[in-house]
């Protein structure tokens, strides 16, 4: 695959008296998480097209476990998309704009090589869904569906990781075993998403701005 560089929105921190500012930011490309008091806050970021599975303002909604938004309909964030930050992800979102605080402009570019990576590959529940299922019967492979390859769990069909939690088709030269026929959570999951930065934190220790240990 090689280095590819994605440009990802940056995310600031903004009160709610600097609304204009977080409304340019946003038009840029940016993601504002506008403070409407200590205790409230709020996402605005572009409007995701929802046509494309690897948009980044939809997986940012999707990391703070929300899958709808809203449209504003007045004011100076006319037009922008917007989610309430549940309180228990207040601090994910402060860690984001302090990552990225040492970022210029409302977007910027990483240079990302998924065969250098695998983060995602890594401690990361995949649910299969029924394309899925028939994807691996179509390709020959109905065993990946079932044990020990795959299991129930709250109602819901996910692969079984390694005991080193990473997943089981992950080859150490981080190919995947089943790449022709992967589940769709795997070849959907967009780079540079919130959530693969998450993961390269996470599990690689590589952060895209400032890392925790130097905030």
Not at 148 to 170: I, W
């Amino acid at each position: 695959m090689g280095s590819q560089v994605v440009t990802r929105p940056v995310v600031r921190s903004f009160k709610v008296a600097y609304v204009a500012e977080a409304a340019r930011h946003v038009r840029g490309g940016g993601h504002a998480v506008v403070w409407e008091s200590d205790s409230r806050a709020r996402l605005v970021l572009p409007k995701p097209n929802d046509a494309d599975p690897g948009d980044l303002a939809q997986w940012s909604i999707l990391d703070l476990g929300k899958s709808r938004y809203r449209t504003i309909k007045e004011g100076p964030l006319t037009g922008f998309a917007t989610i309430m930050v549940p309180r228990d992800c207040h601090e994910i979102v402060r860690r984001r704009a302090e990552r990225d605080s040492i970022l210029e402009g409302p977007t910027h570019g990483v240079a990302l090589d998924c065969l250098e990576c695998g983060a995602c590959c890594r401690d990361n529940q995949v649910q299969l869904f029924d394309d899925d299922v028939a994807r691996f019967k179509e390709g020959g492979r109905a065993d990946l569906a079932k044990p020990p390859f795959a299991r129930r769990t709250d109602g819901k069909l996910v692969l079984v990781l390694a005991k080193s939690k990473d997943c089981q088709h992950l080859a150490s030269d981080n190919k995947c075993g089943i790449y022709a026929i992967r589940p769709d959570a795997c070849s959907q999951f967009p780079m540079a998403s919130e959530c693969c930065l998450y993961a390269r934190e996470e599990e690689l220790g590589v952060t895209d701005g400032l890392a925790a240990a130097d905030a």
